[in-house]
């Protein structure tokens, strides 16, 4: 893999890497006996995403009304993806399938002003201390934001494990986890 990157060219493909360095961090989820799985081989060019040439339709552009939580002209925000165990994980799409590159300069502009609102809006939900926010874009050619709202005073939650935590914590009941869609959708409506 010398011929990808000088990094690609460093690193122990078809090892495992000591675990050593998380285990114990108070961010860390896990703990006893831990393996770090045998490094894989880079893939390139790498298989398509949803959306792209070669692989299945957009979910967004497909179904565009299932777990469809709020939108405007420009923006959709989606909840209610299983497993729920955070009280609120949702997903900001334009309305429009674009990607991060593709995308014309007002809707990036306008991205902006959506992270600040879809942000205050989840934080308006009863127990939410903050709300984190990422885009992967790795399974997905429509360009995708994740919103996680880490529970007040949850203080091992923090950072970026809390995606794995929404995944191990108890489940959100059927009845909260569409109050607190609401909520969002109000305080969204709201302005
Ligand atoms: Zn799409």
Redesign the pocket.
Known sequence: MTELSAYHARLPYGERVSADPVLGSPFFPFDGEIQVRPLDEPIVPEPPRR?EPGAPP?D??AEPEKYLVWQDDTWRLYAGFEPIGLPMVAVLVPVE?VTLHMMPPALAASFGVMIQRVALAIGRIDGVGRVHFARYGDGG??FHTWFFARPLGMMQLRGPMLAVWDDLLPRVPDEEFQANCRTVAEALNAG
């Open positions: 959306g957009c967004q552009c399938h050619e429509h």
